[in-house]
């Protein structure tokens, strides 16, 4: 209905009603002539019935309301909405086997932890390295030579070996054609580790002046080194290690 004009019932001419409604031809019906001309059925029987039980009045208005009012489908109980479904059992009579592996759903694998093993001595490529070896590396840059000390090795999970290196400064009197281990010096530690196939191997540790981590020159060792290839670049003194190990016992 447009707003501003008040609808008058067309069988009552009544010009107030709870409800207004267009008949079958169009004319408008108010609430009671709508009802009137509606046939019997069980719509018109629920409209007398809670007309009578309004007449009563006092509770039985109040029993009235309740049974007419419709509760909306869409309230349900959420009581047992959250609870999971239980799994079904699977009989497995007549079944071979195999179906017996089936029956759980497969699970993804976890991913997989990088281990890392440290060692004093690696086996690659037919060469035996050890704490202390002196291997070669050569820029990409500039194409030169570089000479550096193992410090410690890393093999990861998939057997990829690694080495930890500190660097050799050259001196002035280091040659350039060949490694003198006189010559060098002890420089920088780096920290990340490179791939062993990267490094070429120069030498076993060639004196104890590498090996020392406290001593700033090569000293005279106190004892037998038995434990490495190579004990001392120059002449050893033998006598004076005899001497120093029997005023020591």
């Known amino acids: 209905m447009p707003l501003g004009l008040k609808p008058t019932c067309s069988v009552c001419r009544s010009t107030s009603s709870s409800m207004w409604k267009k008949g079958g031809q169009g004319e408008i019906l108010c609430n009671n002539c709508t009802a009137r001309s509606a046939p019997p059925g069980p719509a ?29 489908a869409r309230l349900r ?3 047992y909405k959250s609870a999971p479904a239980a799994e079904k059992k699977v009989s497995t009579k007549g079944k ?14 976890p991913e997989s932890v990088s281990t890392i093993i440290t060692a004093e001595s690696i086996f690659y490529k037919g060469v035996y390295y050890q704490i202390g ?67 070429e191997f120069v030498c076993h540790a060639p004196s104890e002046y590498f090996k020392s981590r406290s001593s700033p020159f090569p000293t005279v060792p106190t004892r037998p ?7 001392h670049v120059g002449p050893t003194p033998a006598i004076s290690i005899k001497e120093t190990v029997t005023n020591n016992l």
């Open 77 to 79: 109980n959420t009581k």
């Open 133 to 199: 070896d002196v291997v070669s590396v050569v820029d990409e840059q500039d194409g030169k030579t570089y000479y550096a000390q193992i410090r410690g090795f890393i093999q990861d999970q998939y057997c990829e070996k690694s080495a930890a290196l500190t660097w050799l400064i050259p001196t002035q009197a280091s040659p350039k054609d060949c490694f003198d281990p006189a010559s060098y010096i002890i420089g920088p530690e780096e920290d990340l580790p490179r791939k062993m196939e990267y490094l």
């Open 44 to 72: 018109a029987f629920a409209t007398t019935s809670a007309a009578a039980q309004h007449s009563n009045g006092g509770g039985g208005g109040k029993q009235s309301k309740q049974e007419i009012h419709r509760r909306s």
């Open 225 to 231: 080194e038995k434990g490495y290839i190579w004990t």
């Open 96 to 109: 071979g086997r195999r179906h017996i592996f089936k029956l759980k759903n497969p699970i993804k694998a």
